[in-house]
């Protein structure tokens, strides 16, 4: 199975940028279909962004399309989250997830493995 370790998270002002990473080990990277979620403190955890496995397709939730990107090295064996445009209610601790089907789906149940979180934090 793969274990996942995410980085990158800390404080930004609205209007910065952060990148996250989420590194794999265990098993390879290019065998899974990856996702970011983020979960702020008492609200549910939800999809931000995901990535197909095999083609690489795209998908993010509307309150972040156009400002965040998600990208993969195999080789490198990381998932990345690029994000723009930081405004204050990105605030949450962001996940990534792992699912070894190839259909890249938004709920967090279609996830087997799931990395510890680092937290981002968009305030002046």
């Known amino acids: 199975q793969v274990q996942l370790a995410e980085s990158g998270g800390g404080l930004v002002q609205p209007g910065g940028s952060l990148r996250l990473s989420c590194a794999a080990s265990?098993?390879?990277?290019?065998?899974?279909?990856m996702a970011w979620f983020r979960q702020a403190p008492g609200t549910a955890r939800e999809f931000v962004a995901g990535?197909?496995?095999?083609?690489?397709?795209?998908l993010y939730a509307d309150s972040v399309k156009g400002r965040f990107t998600i990208s993969r090295d195999n080789a490198a064996n990381t998932v990345y989250l690029q994000m723009n445009s930081l405004k204050p209610e990105d605030t949450a601790t962001y996940y990534c997830?792992?699912?070894?089907?190839?259909?890249?789906?938004?709920?967090?149940?279609?996830?087997?493995?799931w990395g510890q979180g680092t937290q981002v934090t968009v305030s002046s």
């Open positions: 265990g098993r390879p990277l290019s065998a899974y279909t």
């Open positions: 990535n197909r496995r095999g083609s690489g397709m795209a």
């Open positions: 997830a792992a699912d070894a089907t190839p259909v890249l789906r938004t709920t967090l149940e279609t996830y087997d493995y």
